[in-house]
Protein backbone atom coordinates (compact mmCIF):
# COMPACT_ATOMS: atom_id res chain seq x y z
CA UNK A 1 0.00 0.00 0.00
CA UNK A 2 1.43 3.39 -1.15
CA UNK A 3 0.77 7.00 1.53
CA UNK A 4 2.02 10.00 0.89
CA UNK A 5 4.87 11.71 2.32
CA UNK A 6 3.72 13.15 5.36
CA UNK A 7 6.25 15.93 5.63
CA UNK A 8 4.82 17.62 1.92
CA UNK A 9 2.10 20.32 2.88
CA UNK A 10 -0.92 20.29 1.11
CA UNK A 11 -3.97 22.47 0.65
CA UNK A 12 -6.87 21.20 -1.99
CA UNK A 13 -8.93 24.04 -3.64
CA UNK A 14 -11.77 23.43 -6.46
CA UNK A 15 -10.69 19.93 -6.53
CA UNK A 16 -7.47 20.63 -7.44
CA UNK A 17 -4.46 20.56 -4.97
CA UNK A 18 -1.33 22.24 -4.33
CA UNK A 19 1.70 20.60 -2.95
CA UNK A 20 4.32 22.07 -0.95
CA UNK A 21 7.90 19.68 -0.46
CA UNK A 22 9.24 21.90 2.43
CA UNK A 23 12.83 19.99 2.17
CA UNK A 24 13.21 21.06 -1.33
CA UNK A 25 11.58 24.25 -1.18
CA UNK A 26 9.55 22.96 -4.27
CA UNK A 27 5.84 23.47 -5.10
CA UNK A 28 3.80 20.94 -7.32
CA UNK A 29 -0.12 21.87 -8.92
CA UNK A 30 -2.34 18.23 -9.27
CA UNK A 31 -5.17 18.52 -11.29
CA UNK A 32 -8.63 16.46 -10.30
CA UNK A 33 -7.64 13.03 -10.90
CA UNK A 34 -4.04 13.34 -9.63
CA UNK A 35 -5.70 15.06 -6.18
CA UNK A 36 -8.17 12.64 -5.90
CA UNK A 37 -5.03 9.99 -6.31
CA UNK A 38 -3.50 11.96 -3.94
CA UNK A 39 -6.34 12.07 -1.04
CA UNK A 40 -6.45 8.55 -1.49
CA UNK A 41 -2.93 7.98 -0.54
CA UNK A 42 -3.79 7.99 3.40
CA UNK A 43 -2.38 4.28 3.82
CA UNK A 44 -5.57 2.87 4.32
CA UNK A 45 -6.66 2.68 0.55
CA UNK A 46 -4.91 0.09 -1.60
CA UNK A 47 -4.40 0.51 -5.54
CA UNK A 48 -7.09 -1.45 -6.32
CA UNK A 49 -9.49 1.01 -4.51
CA UNK A 50 -7.70 4.05 -6.31
CA UNK A 51 -8.28 2.70 -10.17
CA UNK A 52 -12.12 1.81 -8.56
CA UNK A 53 -12.43 5.76 -7.54
CA UNK A 54 -10.98 6.95 -10.60
CA UNK A 55 -13.32 5.13 -13.24
CA UNK A 56 -16.24 5.81 -11.08
CA UNK A 57 -15.10 9.52 -10.58
CA UNK A 58 -13.89 10.28 -14.04
CA UNK A 59 -16.08 7.19 -15.90
CA UNK A 60 -12.81 6.03 -17.54
CA UNK A 61 -11.98 2.55 -18.36
CA UNK A 62 -9.93 0.85 -15.15
CA UNK A 63 -7.29 -0.46 -17.53
CA UNK A 64 -6.91 3.78 -18.32
CA UNK A 65 -7.42 4.63 -14.74
CA UNK A 66 -4.37 2.33 -14.05
CA UNK A 67 -2.09 3.68 -16.60
CA UNK A 68 -2.39 7.31 -15.56
CA UNK A 69 -2.25 6.35 -11.41
CA UNK A 70 1.18 4.32 -12.72
CA UNK A 71 2.42 7.31 -14.47
CA UNK A 72 1.74 9.41 -11.37
CA UNK A 73 3.58 7.51 -8.46
CA UNK A 74 6.23 7.32 -11.21
CA UNK A 75 6.48 11.36 -10.95
CA UNK A 76 5.64 11.18 -7.16
CA UNK A 77 8.62 8.93 -6.86
CA UNK A 78 10.94 10.86 -8.88
CA UNK A 79 10.14 14.13 -6.29
CA UNK A 80 9.90 12.03 -3.49
CA UNK A 81 6.16 12.67 -2.84
CA UNK A 82 5.77 9.36 -1.77
CA UNK A 83 6.72 7.67 1.67
CA UNK A 84 9.23 4.90 0.94
CA UNK A 85 7.72 2.47 -0.39
CA UNK A 86 6.33 0.82 2.58
CA UNK A 87 4.66 -1.81 0.09
CA UNK A 88 2.65 -4.93 1.92
CA UNK A 89 3.19 -8.02 0.37
CA UNK A 90 -0.13 -9.32 -1.48
CA UNK A 91 -0.13 -12.69 -0.07
CA UNK A 92 -0.06 -13.72 3.23
CA UNK A 93 2.10 -16.95 4.24
CA UNK B 1 -8.01 27.71 -9.66
CA UNK B 2 -6.54 31.22 -10.62
CA UNK B 3 -3.32 32.34 -10.36
CA UNK B 4 -4.29 35.16 -6.99
CA UNK B 5 -5.57 31.93 -5.48
CA UNK B 6 -3.14 29.63 -6.25
CA UNK B 7 -0.17 32.05 -4.93
CA UNK B 8 -2.54 32.36 -1.75
CA UNK B 9 -2.34 28.58 -1.14
CA UNK B 10 1.29 28.54 -1.75
CA UNK B 11 2.06 31.52 0.44
CA UNK B 12 -0.27 29.67 3.21
CA UNK B 13 1.86 26.72 2.45
CA UNK B 14 5.14 28.16 3.19
CA UNK B 15 3.98 30.04 6.05
CA UNK B 16 2.81 26.80 7.54
CA UNK B 17 6.21 25.42 7.03
CA UNK B 18 7.72 28.15 8.59
CA UNK B 19 6.19 27.29 11.61
CA UNK B 20 6.85 24.06 10.95
CA UNK B 21 10.71 25.08 11.43
CA UNK B 22 11.65 24.90 7.96
CA UNK B 23 13.52 28.33 6.56
CA UNK B 24 13.14 29.51 3.29
CA UNK B 25 14.59 31.58 0.54
CA UNK B 26 11.75 34.14 -0.47
CA UNK B 27 11.84 37.03 -3.40
CA UNK B 28 11.17 40.61 -2.59
CA UNK B 29 7.88 41.99 -4.06
CA UNK B 30 7.88 45.39 -2.24
CA UNK B 31 10.19 48.50 -1.79
CA UNK B 32 8.75 49.33 1.55
CA UNK B 33 11.97 48.09 3.00
CA UNK B 34 14.54 50.57 1.12
CA UNK B 35 17.28 51.06 0.78
CA UNK B 36 17.86 47.93 2.76
CA UNK B 37 15.93 45.47 0.83
CA UNK B 38 14.34 46.18 -2.75
CA UNK B 39 12.35 44.08 -5.10
CA UNK B 40 13.71 41.29 -6.61
CA UNK B 41 16.03 40.99 -3.43
CA UNK B 42 16.37 37.05 -2.03
CA UNK B 43 15.91 37.30 1.59
CA UNK B 44 16.86 33.80 4.07
CA UNK B 45 14.35 33.18 6.42
CA UNK B 46 14.54 31.45 9.65
CA UNK B 47 11.87 29.96 11.93
CA UNK B 48 11.55 32.17 15.37
CA UNK B 49 8.97 33.27 17.91
CA UNK B 50 8.07 36.33 18.46
CA UNK B 51 9.54 36.11 21.50
CA UNK B 52 12.61 35.08 20.21
CA UNK B 53 12.83 38.05 17.91
CA UNK B 54 15.17 40.87 19.12
CA UNK B 55 14.98 44.95 18.75
CA UNK B 56 16.30 45.85 15.15
CA UNK B 57 15.98 42.29 13.39
CA UNK B 58 13.90 42.19 10.59
CA UNK B 59 10.83 39.68 11.35
CA UNK B 60 9.08 37.82 8.92
CA UNK B 61 5.15 38.08 10.37
CA UNK B 62 1.83 36.59 8.92
CA UNK B 63 -0.95 39.84 7.61
CA UNK B 64 -4.20 39.12 5.57
CA UNK B 65 -2.23 40.56 2.86
CA UNK B 66 0.55 37.58 3.05
CA UNK B 67 4.06 37.09 4.57
CA UNK B 68 5.53 40.49 5.18
CA UNK B 69 9.16 41.49 6.58
CA UNK B 70 9.42 44.56 8.18
CA UNK B 71 11.81 45.87 10.98
CA UNK B 72 10.93 45.87 14.79
CA UNK B 73 11.54 49.21 16.53
CA UNK B 74 10.06 48.34 19.89
CA UNK B 75 8.84 45.26 21.90
CA UNK B 76 5.68 45.32 24.68
CA UNK B 77 5.86 42.64 27.19
CA UNK B 78 2.20 41.73 28.93
CA UNK B 79 1.25 39.50 31.69
CA UNK B 80 0.35 36.68 28.97
CA UNK B 81 2.33 37.36 26.06
CA UNK B 82 4.37 40.02 23.66
CA UNK B 83 3.92 42.54 21.02
CA UNK B 84 6.62 43.99 18.31
CA UNK B 85 6.23 47.17 17.22
CA UNK B 86 7.01 46.95 13.15
CA UNK B 87 8.14 49.75 10.87
CA UNK B 88 8.98 49.33 7.48
CA UNK B 89 12.39 51.27 6.40
CA UNK B 90 11.04 53.45 3.58
CA UNK B 91 8.58 55.71 6.55
CA UNK B 92 7.81 56.37 9.49
CA UNK B 93 4.47 54.59 9.86
CA UNK B 94 4.38 51.76 12.58
CA UNK B 95 1.67 48.99 13.87
CA UNK B 96 2.18 46.47 16.33
CA UNK B 97 2.01 42.50 15.58
CA UNK B 98 0.61 40.23 18.13
CA UNK B 99 2.66 37.09 18.64
CA UNK B 100 0.89 34.75 16.92
CA UNK B 101 1.35 36.46 13.65
CA UNK B 102 5.80 36.25 13.95
CA UNK B 103 6.59 33.01 11.96
CA UNK B 104 10.44 34.05 11.59
CA UNK B 105 13.10 36.60 10.61
CA UNK B 106 15.51 37.85 8.17
CA UNK B 107 19.20 36.06 8.33
CA UNK B 108 20.49 37.47 5.47
CA UNK B 109 19.68 38.58 1.78
CA UNK B 110 21.22 38.40 -1.31
CA UNK B 111 20.81 42.66 -2.43
CA UNK B 112 22.71 44.16 -5.24
CA UNK B 113 25.55 41.04 -6.16
CA UNK B 114 26.28 40.79 -2.14
CA UNK B 115 24.74 38.94 0.51
CA UNK B 116 24.20 40.75 3.89
CA UNK B 117 24.45 39.23 7.15
CA UNK B 118 21.92 40.10 9.65
CA UNK B 119 22.95 37.92 12.09
CA UNK B 120 26.68 39.72 12.41
CA UNK B 121 27.05 41.45 15.80
CA UNK B 122 27.99 44.47 13.67
CA UNK B 123 24.55 44.29 11.89
CA UNK B 124 23.26 43.64 15.30
CA UNK B 125 24.23 46.62 17.00
CA UNK B 126 23.52 48.97 14.19
CA UNK B 127 20.20 47.82 13.16
CA UNK B 128 19.12 48.00 17.22
CA UNK B 129 20.37 51.86 17.59
CA UNK B 130 19.23 52.27 14.06
CA UNK B 131 15.50 50.93 15.38
CA UNK B 132 15.55 52.69 18.56
CA UNK B 133 16.37 56.48 16.94
CA UNK B 134 13.74 55.33 14.60
CA UNK B 135 10.90 54.52 17.47
CA UNK B 136 11.98 57.95 18.82
CA UNK B 137 11.69 59.53 16.18
CA UNK B 138 8.19 57.97 15.62
CA UNK B 139 7.16 59.14 18.55
CA UNK B 140 8.05 62.64 17.96
CA UNK B 141 6.08 62.48 14.57
CA UNK B 142 2.77 63.15 16.73
CA UNK B 143 4.05 66.78 16.96
CA UNK B 144 3.26 68.51 13.82
CA UNK B 145 6.30 71.20 13.65
CA UNK B 146 8.94 67.92 13.93
CA UNK B 147 6.81 65.23 11.46
CA UNK B 148 9.35 66.61 8.69
CA UNK B 149 12.19 66.46 10.35
CA UNK B 150 11.77 63.51 11.69
CA UNK B 151 11.03 61.97 8.46
CA UNK B 152 13.89 63.15 7.64
CA UNK B 153 16.57 61.97 10.72
CA UNK B 154 14.35 58.80 10.10
CA UNK B 155 15.98 58.36 6.12
CA UNK B 156 19.14 59.65 7.19
CA UNK B 157 19.49 57.10 10.39
CA UNK B 158 18.63 54.06 7.80
CA UNK B 159 20.49 55.17 5.35
CA UNK B 160 23.64 55.21 7.57
CA UNK B 161 22.83 52.26 9.15
CA UNK B 162 22.45 50.32 6.13
CA UNK B 163 25.63 51.39 4.60
CA UNK B 164 27.02 50.61 7.85
CA UNK B 165 25.72 47.19 7.64
CA UNK B 166 26.77 46.69 4.01
CA UNK B 167 30.28 47.84 3.96
CA UNK B 168 30.80 45.72 7.25
CA UNK B 169 28.35 42.74 7.32
CA UNK B 170 28.31 41.53 3.62
CA UNK B 171 30.07 39.29 1.15
CA UNK B 172 30.27 40.20 -2.54
CA UNK B 173 28.82 37.74 -5.11
CA UNK B 174 30.74 36.78 -8.08
CA UNK B 175 29.47 34.94 -10.52
CA UNK B 176 30.39 33.08 -13.69
CA UNK B 177 27.99 31.04 -16.01
CA UNK B 178 28.29 28.47 -13.94
CA UNK B 179 29.62 28.30 -10.32
CA UNK B 180 28.77 31.38 -7.94
CA UNK B 181 31.66 32.18 -6.24
CA UNK B 182 31.44 34.12 -2.69
CA UNK B 183 33.84 36.25 -1.81
CA UNK B 184 35.11 38.11 1.78
Redesign the interface.
Known amino acids: MLKRNGTVLWRELDGEAVLLDPAEGCTYNLNRVGTLIWKLLDGNHTTDDIVSAISQEFEVEPEQAMQDMEHLFEEMRQHKLLQSDVSLPNTTA | ?SKA??NN??T???I??LR?G?P??FRVVSNSMIPTLSIGDHVYIEPAKAKEIRVGEIAAFETPLGLVIHRIVTTQQTETSVRLLQMADVDLQASWIEEHAIVGRVISACHQNRIIHFQHPVAQRCGKITARLRYQLYLRKANKPLRVISRHCSRWVVRSGYLWIRCRCSTKVITDETTPIYQQ
Open positions: MQEIISLYEAAHFS
